[in-house]
């Protein structure tokens, strides 16, 4: 039953080294499974796989766009912002300024007309002082007069 | 060319057939039936999970075409690192077909227990090892690689590469052409066979769990096989399309 390894490798018709037709049918029957397979399996998939690379790179080069353009209108937005902050800030300055010099021209103003109020109660003050006195005058002479003959009497 | 064991029941729990085929005759062409037989499942196999993948090809890949992707990607890069960007997607489908069908044949081999379909004559095993598979993918490889070369530089311009670096190495360069079929087609017969046999060898003396290890061990070497004849080959194809010229200009300058 058993045989020695020796005689199988160089045994009657056959054996293992048996070259035959089985090749070059076997390299027609290569060449063709290579043609099937390149209609079935490569083209197919790699036109798949190529297109869905540039649906990617399409989509990544437009997102970086957009970025690139958020970028952009941030950085507008930003000095937009300053700028307004800035202009508000140079109004409120202004709006105080102007209160401020108004607020002090209505002082003076206020500040004149108690200082006229002033001198004109004092002036009348005086005038009174004068009439007054002008008609004590009289009075004063003929009490002086009376006061005189009293004691001379 | 029969060794039968026969176990304590004296019925035979395994046998290992070596070196017998079973004869086609197609005119007065003798061919191994066995060896076309397993091509032709594997044929199918690879057609059919092409078709699978690619029938409804989507741009986000579902289910089946996930695989068929991953594949692709594996030959693509295999190929890719030998030929280089420019060159690679023209041998793509040769050398990817070549890894891929002798990647299946091996996997099928050891996978598929196909020796318990009985054959008049020899058995059902991976096609890979008889040599007349490999001798063929091993001589298409050379006839490829000689047209990569022919069809860039010309048959002379070819030539003269053989003369490059120095023209000390014309005979060996020479020699090359023949040893590098020699070696693609026995090394992966040899491989194959070798593996089978010893698998074999290990069921005729321990007929459960000892030849397992050996078994998986077989299917990382035929996966390691088919990787090494498709690099080989696209490395042979890329050496005839290398430009020795514009090499020796770009050293210069």
């Not at chain 1, 790699?46 to 297109?51: A, F, G, I, K």
């Not at chain 1, 437009?62 to 353009?69: C, D, R, S, V």
């Not at chain 1, 001198?119 to 002082?129: E, H, R, S």
């Not at chain 2, 986000?60 to 692709?72: A, I, K, R």
Request: proline content about 4%; aromatic content about 10%; some cysteine.
């Amino acid at each position: 039953m058993m045989m020695s390894v020796g005689t199988v490798w160089l045994a009657e018709a056959g054996g293992l080294f048996d070259l035959d037709a089985t090749l070059p049918l076997m390299a027609i029957q290569f060449l063709v499974l290579v043609a099937v397979l390149n209609a079935v399996f490569y083209k197919p998939l790699l036109r798949v796989v190529d297109e869905r690379e540039e649906y990617i790179r399409s989509n990544q080069a437009q997102a970086k766009e957009l970025q690139a353009k958020a970028a952009q209108l941030t950085r507008q937005y930003d000095q937009e912002l300053a700028v307004a902050r800035r202009e508000a800030q140079k109004t409120l300055n202004a709006a105080q300024e102007q209160a401020k010099q108004e607020s002090q021209a209505q002082i003076r103003v206020a500040q004149q007309a108690a200082q006229a109020q002033i001198a004109q109660a004092q002036a009348d003050l005086a005038a009174q002082q004068a009439q007054a006195l002008a008609q004590l005058e009289p009075q004063v002479q003929s009490l002086g007069e009376a006061i005189l003959a009293k004691l001379l009497v | 060319m029969v060794w039968m064991w026969h176990g304590l029941l004296g019925a035979p729990l395994a046998s290992l057939e070596v070196g017998e085929h079973l004869y086609w005759e197609l005119g007065n062409l003798k061919i191994h039936g066995q060896v076309f037989i397993t091509s032709w499942i594997v044929m199918a196999l690879l057609i059919g999970a092409s078709l699978l993948g690619t029938r409804n090809a989507q741009r986000v890949p579902q289910g089946w075409q996930n695989f068929m992707e991953y594949v692709l990607d594996f030959v693509r890069t295999l190929t890719r690192n030998q030929l280089g960007e420019k060159e690679y997607r023209a041998w793509l489908p040769f050398v990817g077909t070549l890894f891929l069908f002798i990647f299946t044949c091996n996997w099928t081999g050891i996978l598929v227990p196909w020796k318990l379909i009985e054959l008049p004559a020899g058995e059902l095993a991976a096609s890979t090892n008889d040599i007349n598979t490999t001798a063929a993918l091993a001589l298409l490889t050379s006839l490829a690689y000689f047209y990569a070369g022919f069809s860039r530089k010309g048959l002379l311009g070819y030539f003269k590469g053989y003369l490059y670096p120095s023209p000390i190495m014309l005979p060996f360069k020479i020699i090359e052409d023949f040893t590098k079929p020699l070696s693609l087609s026995f090394r992966l017969f040899g491989n194959i066979l070798a593996d089978e046999l010893v698998v074999g060898v290990l069921v005729l003396l321990v007929p459960v769990l000892l030849p397992v290890p050996l078994m998986v061990l077989g299917l990382f070497l035929s996966g390691i096989q088919a990787l090494i004849f498709a690099t080989l080959a696209s490395t042979y194809i890329a050496e005839a399309l290398e430009d020795h010229e514009h090499e020796e200009e770009a050293e210069i300058a």
